[in-house]
């Protein structure tokens, strides 16, 4: 006999351009369902949980939800509380209050670990309780996925923006910076090497956490480049660190630290200002530039990857479907042929809390740039239809002036 009751879904963390889409795929996926009493969602995540801030979904319109689905970021709105072990139990006493027999979190790693301990506490307390986590976030970063909904399409504005950057870069030659997220895991600066078309396009280097940087090297790869073209394009991640991890912007500068000893890291541009003084005092050039991306990467409007936007929608069918079938745990995204994916449900103590970083051979030997091997992984992440920048194939004209004037002197 199939479970019976209501399902609760919430979304945490950093939104992303199709959070919606994996939010709407599981809510129409349970208004299928008669075993669905009513569908809650959860405002602002865990938060909204156990201040029992719920919205009945079940009274919402199919065509509203299939407008949400387009929309960026978190129509649910999202939270960054990371709850305790005491937090989560709360949330299950409420869970149990409502009769809620089927929970849904969107999220990343700390998400997945929130929907593990709610499932624990579950099992304890011998509830019927079917709890599965659906994969989001724009690094990239979940174990057991080829790659995470939210990363295509963030990479797909890193890579129009660096595109952009290029050609402002080639009018007005000089050295630019871009300061992209991601603390441990960089693949979304990787992804800025796609914006190249032409031999001597940006970005010219790439740096990222998994590689320990060196402002000395940096610099001696900047100039190489200058030397070369007369203008160098850089993409940075932010969390770019030593060999011991410690982050570069501690040493450039005095930082304050969270609660957790972490350094804030996004928006704030003080890791390209410190960088663009280092290239202006030991490199002498004048002109240098820096953008911090900042939120701009996650949600921004316009600017969302096919594959990702189906993807996204399919981990949330696919959840609902797992969870339908009375099975809990993380549904992940597995890359097939070339290319295509497949959908797994996995325990949630292989996702819950781990981190994925860029494999070895993603990278060149020195570091500072990223192989063939990682652009055939990402270009069908970002989707089809990416801008070809042209550029005037025109022949010069002859300097006939100058020619005159030269065999007169």
């Known amino acids: 006999m199939k479970l019976r009751g209501k399902m609760l879904i919430a979304q945490g963390g950093g939104p992303t351009a199709v959070i919606n889409q994996s939010f709407v795929g599981a809510v129409l996926e349970a208004k299928k369902n008669p075993n669905i009493t009513e569908i809650y969602g959860a405002i602002h995540g865990v938060e909204g949980i156990v201040n029992e801030d719920f919205i009945d979904l079940t009274l919402e319109t199919e065509d509203n939800l299939k407008l949400l ?23 299950f006493e409420v869970m149990r209050h409502h009769d809620v027999r ?28 079917v709890a599965v986590h659906i994969p989001k976030t724009i690094d990239n970063d979940l174990m057991e996925n080829d790659h995470t909904p939210g990363f295509g399409s963030a990479a797909r504005f890193v890579v129009q923006a660096m595109m952009g950057v290029n050609q402002d870069n080639r009018a007005l030659a000089g050295v630019y910076i871009g300061i992209i997220m991601g603390r441990h895991a960089g693949f979304l600066t990787a992804a800025s090497a796609l914006a190249r078309i032409y031999e001597d396009d940006g970005p010219h280097l790439i740096y990222c956490p998994e590689i320990p940087f060196h402002v000395d090297q940096f610099l001696s790869d900047i100039k190489r480049v200058y030397d070369k073209h007369g203008r160098c394009i850089v ?51 004048n002109r240098v530039r820096c953008d911090t991306f900042g939120y701009l990467q996650r949600s921004f409007a316009g600017i969302v990857s096919d594959s990702d936007a189906i993807e996204a929608r399919e981990v949330g069918e696919m959840a609902a479907k797992y969870a339908f079938d009375g099975r809990t745990g993380s549904v992940t995204i597995k890359r097939v042929g070339d290319y295509a994916v497949e959908y797994e449900l996995v325990d949630l103590s292989m996702v819950a809390a781990k981190t994925k970083v860029m494999a070895n ?11 063939k091997v990682f652009i055939d992984y990402c270009r069908p992440l970002v989707g089809t239809g990416l801008p070809h920048p042209g550029r005037l194939r025109a022949p010069m004209v002859e300097k006939s002036y100058q020619k005159k004037f030269n065999n007169k002197a």
């Open 361 to 371: 051979n993603f990278f060149n030997k020195d570091g500072n740039d990223v192989t």
């Open 102 to 129: 089927y929970f849904f979190y969107i999220g990343g790693n700390d998400s997945s670990d929130t929907v593990r301990i709610v499932k624990e506490f579950a099992v304890d307390e011998d509830y019927d309780l």
């Open 235 to 285: 993409a940075v991640s932010e969390g770019i660190s030593d060999e011991k991890g410690e982050p570069i912007i501690a040493q450039l500068m005095d930082c304050e630290r969270d609660e957790h000893g972490n350094i804030q890291l996004s928006g704030t541009g003080a890791l390209g200002d410190e960088l663009v003084a280092e290239v202006k005092e030991k490199l002498g050039i």
């Open 69 to 91: 689905a387009q929309t960026p970021a978190s129509a649910l709105l999202s939270t960054r509380v990371k709850p305790d072990r005491a937090y989560c139990e709360k949330m």
